[in-house]
Nanobody, 123 residues
Framework: VQLQASGGGLVQAGGSLRLSCAAS????????MGWFRQAPGKEREFVGS????????YYADSVKGRFTISRDNAKNTAYLQMTNLKPEDTAVYYC?????????????????WGQGTLVTVSS
């Protein structure tokens, strides 16, 4: 599976961005998909994830109520809609795929990773 994340950029606090993750290769619709982020000087952390069919989503407490994950399996694409962005959301955002219908937020469950897209939130 190859993943390509896009949609990052510079946005003011309170603004919104939508990231996309386009997948190619194997059957995207069979895989649980996650979003992670790494802020400068910090370890990578779980942001949220979505089950293979899109029936359930999971979020880190820090983004719950502000971020929404969705997917369009017909387009082999997943999305991370981010609203009410805060400066502390500044990070490189990565999409990743776990080769199973459901996974937790543990990084070692995700075998394929995109290259990351930078989101910068100015105050």
């Amino acid at each position: 599976v190859q993943l390509q994340a896009s949609g990052g950029g510079l946005v003011q606090a309170g603004g919104s961005l939508r990231l996309s993750c386009a997948a190619s290769g194997r059957t995207f619709s069979s895989y649980h998909m996650g979003w992670f982020r790494q802020a400068p000087g910090k370890e990578r952390e779980f942001v949220g994830s979505i089950t293979s069919r899109g029936s359930r989503t999971y979020y880190a407490d820090s983004v719950k109520g502000r971020f929404t994950i969705s997917r369009d399996n017909a387009k082999n694409t997943a999305y991370l809609q981010m609203t009410n962005l805060k400066p502390e959301d500044t990070a490189v955002y990565y999409c990743a795929v776990a080769e199973r219908p459901w996974a937790t937020g543990a990084e070692n469950e995700y075998g394929y990773w995109g290259q990351g897209t930078l989101v910068t939130v100015s105050s």
